[in-house]
Nanobody
């Protein structure tokens, strides 16, 4: 049974940092990604990384502030979020894919989500 478990969300002031973790169990994946959904908005792509860790992809809104990485020995992906802004407030979801990392619809497995709140 495949399971993705996120952790690391919380409340932080604008300009602060948080690191999200997502640990997968059940199997390995070719890519892992992070998505987010703010109240009243559609879910949007944030960042993704390939199994090797050599290829990453970011939404324009987080480039230069967020860094995605993964540790295959732990089957875990991380999202380091720096210079956080109030508009980053959302529920962040981890997702995994057996295909390419650039197509959101290719992500098959999803975590339960973790809340990130950035106060101004």
């Amino acid at each position: 049974q495949v399971q993705l478990v996120e952790s690391g969300g919380g409340l932080v002031q604008a300009g602060g940092s948080l690191r999200l973790s997502c640990t997968a169990s059940g199997r390995t994946f070719s890519g892992m990604g992070w998505f987010r959904q703010a109240p009243g908005k559609d879910r949007e792509f944030v960042a993704a990384v390939t199994w090797s860790g050599h290829s990453t992809h970011y939404a324009n809104s987080v480039k230069g502030r967020f860094t995605i990485s993964r540790d295959n020995t732990k089957n875990t992906a991380y999202l380091q979020m720096n210079s956080l802004k109030p508009e980053d407030t959302a529920v962040y979801y981890c997702a995994a894919t057996h295909m390419g990392i650039n197509i959101p619809n290719d992500y098959t497995y999803w975590g339960q989500g973790t809340q990130v709140t950035v106060s101004s």
